[in-house]
């Protein structure tokens, strides 16, 4: 079964400095993976997507993520947050092509960035 | 063209009542999703749904919930006797193709139980 594990519940950081948020999945098959963005009271909006073809995905908002696929992680970074990235950050799971329908989520991070 | 529609944004039920959740898809999306977020949890699938068919139910609970999407109208998910623990964040999702890497949620509907 697939799982996916964020291994910070919280980040918290300075305006302007860089920020890394860490996600591992487990699968026995090839997978997408995802970022979701969620603030404050409202839905996930999807950030970047790795389907397949290169490693390094860019996504909006500055962000960007890597799919290492030796290491099974698929990391989120941003080189210099601002105050309005504060929200919490989902990594999600899929089987490829022609597999599952769900995406399965890890508990997310909350960032907050302070000035 | 307006995105995924959810309501009630909130809703707020007494132990022993019934909710219902409604999901109106993006123009043209013909599968819906409904994922559910408990307190410090990641979201949780529960039901994929095309019109009139239950695809795939494997989440939701045994008893009490049940999803619908009719031929015509939103798609309704519906949790009778509610307790204490169905409190949560109910997002719904759509596509206009079936796969995980091609869907829009809503901004969900949060049911809470008094």
């Known amino acids: 079964a697939q799982s996916v594990t964020q291994l910070d519940s919280q980040v918290p950081v300075f305006e302007e400095a860089p920020v890394e948020l860490r996600c591992n999945y487990s699968?026995?098959?090839?997978?997408?993976l995802f970022w979701y963005v969620q603030y404050p009271n409202q839905g996930l909006q999807l950030l970047l997507k790795y389907l397949s073809g290169s490693t390094l995905v860019k996504g909006i908002n500055g962000f960007e993520a890597e799919f290492n696929k030796s290491q099974t992680s698929f990391h989120l970074r941003k080189p210099s947050v601002h105050i309005s990235d504060t929200a919490e950050y989902f990594c999600?799971?899929?089987?490829?092509?022609?597999?599952?329908?769900?995406?399965?989520f890890g508990k997310g991070t909350k960032l907050t960035v302070n000035p | 063209n307006a995105g995924v529609m959810q309501n009630p944004r909130h809703l707020v039920r007494r132990r022993g009542q019934e909710a219902r959740l409604r999901c109106s898809p993006m123009k043209g999306h013909s599968h819906v999703y409904w994922y559910r977020q408990l307190p410090e949890e990641g979201l949780k699938f529960m039901v994929y749904?095309?019109?009139?068919?239950?695809?795939?139910e494997s989440g939701m609970p045994k008893e009490r919930f049940s999803a619908e999407f009719p031929k015509e109208g939103p798609s309704i998910l519906r949790i009778q006797q509610v307790v204490r623990g169905d409190s949560a964040a109910y997002f719904c999702a759509s596509s206009r193709v079936s796969g995980a890497n091609v869907l829009t949620f809503g901004a969900g509907s949060r049911l809470t139980v008094l």
């Open positions: 999600a799971v899929s089987e490829g092509q022609g597999g599952s329908e769900k995406l399965v």
């Open positions: 699968s026995s098959v090839s997978v997408y």
């Open positions: 749904l095309q019109k009139e068919n239950i695809i795939d």
